[in-house]
Every structure is written in structure tokens, then in C-alpha cells.
């Protein structure tokens, strides 16, 4: 059970360039999330999705795109990337199957570095 | 929408010594606040959560309090341990059909527990 991975660990861009972030859980977890890590400014949220084919806009939605095909894996795409992108990216995923409401506990992945020049 | 802040931003502590960590919420609906301890080159990971329903919780040497009038919430830690040295973060929730289990963190704390 490896829990929630996410790939890759680091990455750097030019600006302009396009990536996708790929996350992915094990636990058949219904909901799931991807949040950006700046010093001072802790966990904000970007997108989440809370089933299969679904998502909405977090937080700071703008200049991301997400996409929800499989259960297991949560993508999160930078169309154009730029330094302002710069950040640790965390997935998380709450376990909500069989219930109408999320659990709370979110398990998080160990990160994607990415450094945009 | 919610905003939590958290205090202090670093804190330093001997080993076996106390360390508060103190975060304040605007949202008088958030009935869910969980601690995350995030370590080096890791994800956050959960070491305790409250629910409004309850003014104190305690697991080991770790221990939150919930002042619902204040809007505010805290984490203890007794006996500091250097594994304690991490970075903490507090969140606030609003448990519901509609909040779809979407967490407001704070800014973090990093405590460093010297020997």
C-alpha cells in the first residue's frame, strides 16, 4: 500500500513551457486535491475533485488545469508555465466512499519541487 | 471564506521543554480543525484533530484546545522530543454536504527542539 505518490519529484521549466503533474493514490480514496506550498503563505488550495470525472476550483485556480479520468489519479496541468509557478505541489486524498461527506483525515503525497525560470 | 492565522511563525525550544502553537479562525461555521506535521522533504501528515463539540483533546505528549467564543484553537506539546522538530500547520473546516472536506491552513510554525 504505497498511499499517494506523485510524479515527478522535481522538475525545472522555462517559462512558457507546459507540464503535467501526475498523482496517484491506492486506497480507492472518492476525493481528492492538489495544493501549492509557499514560504509564509502555508497550503493553498488549487483544484479538488470529489469523484471520478469531476472537478472544481480551489483557492488559486488560475493557470492550472486538472483532470479526474481515473479514480486512482488526480493530473494537474500547467498550460504556460511562469515564475510565479514556482512552488512545492502536494496531492492529498480523503477517503469519502460509501458516505455522503468526505472523512477529514487528508493523506498527503511527498511532493513535486518545481522551479520555473 | 475562511482565513486562519497562525503563531508564531518559528518557534525554538529546549529539549523536555513546552511548545504552544496558537491559530485563530474568522469563520464562526468551521467545526473541524486539524493539526498537520510536516517534516523534511515530506508531505504533511495528521498528528491530531478537534471538533467543536469538544473543548480539549490529548493523544501522548500532544495535546489541542478549542475556544469556540474566541475562535481560537492551539497545540501543546509536552516533553519535546528533537524528532518534534518539524514544520506544524493548523486548519480549519467547515464539516458538511457542501464543503466537500476542502481544509484553510495556516501560515505554519516551525519548531526546532534543540537538545
Known amino acids: 500500500n504505497a498511499g499517494v505518490t506523485q510524479t515527478p519529484k522535481f522538475r525545472v521549466l522555462k517559462t512558457g513551457q507546459s507540464m503535467t503533474l501526475l498523482c496517484a493514490q491506492d486506497?480507492?480514496?472518492?476525493?481528492m486535491y492538489w495544493y501549492r506550498q509557499d514560504p509564509g503563505m502555508g497550503l493553498r488550495l488549487i483544484h479538488y475533485s470529489v469523484g471520478e470525472g469531476t472537478t472544481a476550483k480551489g483557492e488559486v485556480p488560475d493557470g492550472y488545469n486538472v483532470s479526474r479520468l481515473k479514480k486512482q489519479n488526480f493530473l494537474l496541468g500547467l498550460e504556460s508555465a511562469a515564475p510565479s509557478q514556482t512552488s512545492v505541489y502536494f496531492c492529498?486524498?480523503?477517503?469519502?466512499?460509501?458516505?455522503?461527506?468526505?472523512?477529514?483525515?487528508?493523506?498527503f503525497g511527498p511532493g513535486t519541487r518545481l522551479l520555473v525560470l | 471564506g475562511e482565513n486562519v492565522e497562525q503563531h508564531p511563525s518559528t518557534l525554538s525550544v529546549q529539549e523536555g521543554d513546552s511548545a504552544v502553537i496558537k491559530c485563530t479562525y474568522s469563520d464562526s461555521a468551521s467545526n473541524y480543525f486539524p493539526w498537520y506535521k510536516q517534516e523534511l522533504g515530506k508531505g504533511p501528515q495528521l498528528i491530531i484533530d478537534i471538533r467543536s463539540n469538544v473543548g480539549e483533546k490529548k493523544d501522548q505528549r500532544i495535546a489541542v484546545t478549542l475556544n469556540k467564543t474566541a475562535k481560537h484553537f492551539s497545540l501543546h506539546i509536552t516533553e519535546t522530543q528533537p524528532e518534534d522538530s518539524a514544520v506544524y500547520f493548523c486548519a480549519a473546516s467547515r464539516v458538511g454536504a457542501d464543503s466537500w472536506g476542502k481544509l484553510q491552513f495556516g501560515a505554519g510554525t516551525q519548531v526546532v527542539v534543540t537538545p
Open positions: 492529498a486524498s480523503t477517503d469519502g466512499e460509501g458516505s455522503l461527506l468526505p472523512q477529514e483525515t487528508q493523506y
Open positions: 486506497m480507492n480514496h472518492e476525493y
